[in-house]
Every structure is written in C-alpha cells, then in structure tokens.
C-alpha cells in the first residue's frame, strides 16, 4: 500500500527556520509522530552548507556585504545558494523502513526526473542524485538517513543563479573569477528550457510525482511549530556543528568527496 503524503505549500522562510522545520520532521516522522511529509521552499537569499561542510569554504565578508545568510543544515552535501523565488527547494521525509542510500535516490529523483520530464524538461539523473539537461546541472539533491527516518532534500533552478555573484560567496582560495564562466556553462534552469512553465506548474508537478498523487494538503501541527520555534536558535548560529570537510560548491564541486550524511 502506498504512502499517503502531507504536503505542505512553499513559503519564502530564513534558512534557520528551514533547518529547524526538517530537523523536527525528521525526528518526528521517525518516531512517527508525523505523517510522512513533502513540503516545499522558498528561502530567502541563504548559502546553506552540509553539516560536516568546513565554514572556511564561504567567504563569510561577502555573504555579509550582499545580505546572504549561512546556514548550516542537518544533512549531507556541499555549499548551495539559494535566492528566493528563482529557485524551489523540497524536502521528502518519510520512514526508512530498512532502505538504503541507492534505493532510496532511485526512487524520488527518479520521481523528480520524472515531473521535469512531465514538463518536456529532457532530464537524466547522474551520480544518482543530480538532475541534467543536455549536459548542465538543474537540481541537485542530498540525504540524511538516520533515527528511523529519511529525509531527501533538494533544489530545482527555476531561474537561472548569477555565477558570478556565486563564486564571489565562496572562498577565493577555493574559487577565482576564472570559474565563472565554467560555472555558467554548467548549469540550467527550468524557465531556460521551457519558458512556458510557471513556478506553480512546477511545484503542482513535483507533488503529484513525488507523492503518486496520493496526498493531502495540510500546514505543520500546532506542536510541530513550537518545536521548530526552539530549534531556529540553535540553527541561527552556523557554528552549531563544526564540520570540517572541505567541500565546495554542489553546482562545481572542489574538495574532498562528497557522501550522504548517516548516523548523527
């Protein structure tokens, strides 16, 4: 029998806040004290990083100069920037129920895959986690797995990101203007390979794909938010957690490897 799925409408939210909301989903969705969850984002300008990422990989100045929060998350990865409303974020949070890193990638990027391709977005997943086109990066994906639960998080470029001012937020020793012009070519967005689609398209799309259309549409539980309200403090300080693997950025990776993060 098929999972049937909370789904929770996207918002712009600081990038505290969205840590803290998959935080307390996975936790309670392991102790299955929520329901199985897909709820969407917008996040306000935010340079999120994994949490064993090193912070030395961000330019901490820059990202003060241009208003752009860091953040570190709960999960594994490498350095993304987000800008509101030209990008969409998910989170899939559901029982483990035994799986495994392969099975589960296979199983909701392929479901991503599938909704792009709903969309006569031509998609292919590479390295099992990340979505192309032609070649360029459109959605990247990570996972954390741990406490019973599974929670995949990734983002889908609608718009496509500056790279200049995205390498400029990222470590100059790591990254010089040279990547610039690697960095564009490597990446885009849906409004590039079909301008017709709206981001409500979008979002309607990745729903009925991820979730089978067997869903309901609900916001988070009064003890939901309160828990959430608590633990924003703690993910307002990125040094909550000192990670110190030396990553990069997710759309031009440079540094040690990447893996999904288990057992925290």
């Avoid at 329901?35 to 340079?47: G, K, S």
């Avoid at 990734?154 to 100059?172: D, V």
């Amino acid at each position: 029998m098929s999972l049937e799925w909370r789904v929770i409408e996207p918002s712009l939210r600081s990038g505290a806040e969205i840590v803290a909301i998959d935080d307390v989903l996975h936790e309670y969705v392991g102790k299955q004290k929520s329901p199985p969850t897909v709820i969407f984002y917008h996040w306000n300008n935010v340079m999120s990083i994994g949490k064993p990422q090193a912070l030395s990989d961000v330019n901490l100045e820059k990202c003060k100069l241009y208003n752009v929060e860091v953040v570190r998350t709960t999960g594994g990865g490498r350095a993304v920037l987000h800008l509101g409303y030209q990008d969409v974020s998910y989170s899939v949070v559901a029982p483990a129920n035994g799986r495994g890193f392969d099975i589960i990638y296979e199983e909701f990027c392929g479901k991503i895959a599938q909704a792009l391709q709903a969309l006569k977005i031509p998609v292919e997943i590479r390295a099992r986690n990340d979505c192309y086109v032609g070649g360029r990066k459109i959605s990247g994906n990570a996972m954390r797995l741990d406490k019973g639960a599974v929670t995949q998080h990734g983002i889908i470029l609608y718009k496509q990101h500056p790279a200049a001012l995205t390498i400029s937020l990222m470590n100059p020793d790591m990254y010089s203007i040279n990547d610039v012009t690697e960095l564009q070519a490597r990446l885009t967005a849906v409004t590039e390979k079909n301008p017709e689609v709206t981001m409500r398209q979008l979002v309607d799309t990745l729903r009925e794909h991820l979730t089978n259309g067997n869903f309901y549409q609900d916001d988070l539980s009064t003890a939901e938010k309160g828990e959430i309200a608590r633990r924003k403090k703690t993910y307002e300080d990125v040094n909550w957690f000192k990670g110190d693997s030396s990553r990069g950025l997710c759309w031009l990776s440079k540094g040690e490897p990447r893996g999904s993060l288990q057992g925290y």
